[in-house]
Structure formats: structure tokens, C-alpha cells
């Protein structure tokens, strides 16, 4: 039944614990769960199908720091961004840190991609640009607190990341496994993150239209990190048209 704006503004908020359940339920619609990366975990995938996936990911991973600089540049306050800010710096890296996105270079070189090739996105596939840029695009459009919602995926990720770590130094011999680093530091970095995240969206979202309009956005990231899995896991296909033209 659809609801006037009156009956919707009579609602309630949910409390604090309620409001987390809510956001923890999106865990069920969350990319561990995509058949990709359950082939990926049972040791199925062939080297091409790693290699796409790692050239495919790379471009998600360069994007972060777009992302999270929309949402510096749309939040008002210095105390948020001055911790906000932390995020692009993992990524970008410095002077001794090289980074998160350097780390993925070596993941890549791991796997057997030199590093020109996942700069200049040659594996970059339709469906995964399409699902990155509206990440970006939600970031820079939508109010600072749903573009942190968006990002609370991260709570979920570390268990994904663990049994993805396990799989690929077990059943993946033939990667270098000094490629791993990322993972290992993600593994470190993403509780702290997702729980500096989800009590800034837990105080800063009172009413149940915006605690609804959150879990709203931590939903359609988990169709955006789907949307990529289910591109990646079609994407030999398109490979193979491509080089078909190019001969
Ligand atoms: O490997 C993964 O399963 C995974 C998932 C996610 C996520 O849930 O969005 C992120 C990452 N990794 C990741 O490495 C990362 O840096 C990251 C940043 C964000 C974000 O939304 O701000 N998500 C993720």
C-alpha cells in the first residue's frame, strides 16, 4: 500500500539498534554470496577468469578515492572530513605507503598482468565501468551521510576477504602470493573504517524517511559490487568478440 506523505512522517524513527539490524539485514544481497566469488572460494576459476577479475577490480579500486573525495566535498563538517580524508591517502598511499591502489598493481603482476595493462583498462568491461562511475556519480550527487551509508558494504567485507585469502594462497599455487598484501592490510584497515562509518550514519540519521533512505543506499551498493560480479563473470565473452574484430 503506498503511503501519503503525511502516514510517512508519522512514522517513527527506529531506535539505534533497530536502525543497525536494518543495516546489517543488506548483508544477505552482499557479493560473498555472487556464484563468482563462490567459484573464486572452491578453487574453480581458471587464470583467465583471475586475471579479469583482478584487471576488472583494479578499476573499483582506482575509483575509491573519487568517491570519497565527493563526499569530502559535499560534507560541511572539518571533524568528519579531517577523518574522511584518511581514506584517500590508504588508497592513493605517500611517500613510505605506497598504497592501496599500488598494492592492487602487485596483486595484478601476481596474477600475471603488468601494470600498463590495468592502467590503460584494456580488460575493463561495460557492465563493471557502468557500476563503478554510478558509485562516483550516488557519491557526488546524493547528501554526504547516504554516500557513507553507501560505503558501510565495508562492514561486511572483512569475513568475505578472510575466506578469499584462505582460497586464493590454497587452491591459486600459481600466484605469487606477496600479491596478497592488499588483502592482508584491508583485513586491518575495513573493521575500523565501516565502524567509524556506521555510528557516523547511526547519529546523523534521526528521522525513519533518512534511516530508511540509508539503508536504501547500503542496498544499492550491494547491486553495484553484484551488477560487477555478474560483468566479470560474463566478461570472457566479450573479450573473445573483441579480439574476433580485431583479427
Ligand atoms: O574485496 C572486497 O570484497 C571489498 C569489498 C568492498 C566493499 O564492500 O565495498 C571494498 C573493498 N573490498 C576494498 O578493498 C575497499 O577498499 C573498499 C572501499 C569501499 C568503500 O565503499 O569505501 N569498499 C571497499
Not at 4 to 18: A, I, M, R
Not at 76 to 90: G, K, Q, V
Not at 141 to 169: G, H, K
Request: hydrophobic share 40%; charged share 30%.
Amino acid at each position: 500500500m503506498v503511503q501519503t506523505v503525511e502516514q510517512e512522517q508519522k512514522q517513527l524513527p527506529w531506535t539505534k539498534e533497530e536502525f543497525e539490524t536494518a543495516l546489517y539485514a543488506q548483508k544477505s544481497q552482499y557479493h560473498d554470496l555472487h556464484p563468482f566469488h563462490k567459484r573464486m572460494n572452491e578453487g574453480l576459476l581458471t587464470p583467465p577468469e583471475i586475471k579479469l577479475w583482478a584487471a576488472n577490480r583494479f578499476y573499483y579500486q582506482k575509483s575509491i578515492p573519487l568517491k570519497d573525495a565527493a563526499i569530502i566535498s559535499n560534507c560541511p563538517h572539518r571533524e568528519i572530513r579531517r577523518e574522511w580524508i584518511e581514506r584517500i591517502i590508504d588508497h592513493d598511499g605517500r611517500e613510505k605507503d605506497k598504497g592501496g591502489i599500488e598494492a592492487w598493481l602487485r596483486l595484478g603482476e601476481a596474477v600475471g598482468l603488468p601494470r600498463a595493462e590495468l592502467l590503460d583498462e584494456r580488460y575493463v568491461l561495460p557492465g563493471v565501468r557502468y557500476a563503478v562511475d554510478a558509485y562516483v556519480n550516488f557519491c557526488r550527487t546524493q547528501p554526504w551521510i547516504f554516500a557513507i551509508a553507501s560505503s558501510l558494504t565495508e562492514l561486511f567485507c572483512p569475513n568475505a576477504i578472510e575466506v578469499r585469502l584462505a582460497a586464493l594462497e590454497s587452491h591459486y599455487q600459481w600466484i605469487d602470493p606477496a600479491g596478497f598484501e592488499y588483502f592482508r592490510v584491508r583485513l586491518k584497515k575495513a573493521p575500523r573504517d565501516a565502524r567509524y562509518a556506521l555510528n557516523l550514519v547511526l547519529d546523523n540519521c534521526q528521522t525513519r524517511h533518512s534511516q530508511e533512505q540509508a539503508v536504501q543506499a547500503l542496498a544499492f551498493k550491494c547491486d553495484l559490487l553484484w551488477s560487477q560480479l555478474d560483468a566479470i563473470e560474463r566478461g570472457e565473452t566479450r573479450l573473445k568478440v573483441m579480439s574476433n574484430v580485431e583479427t
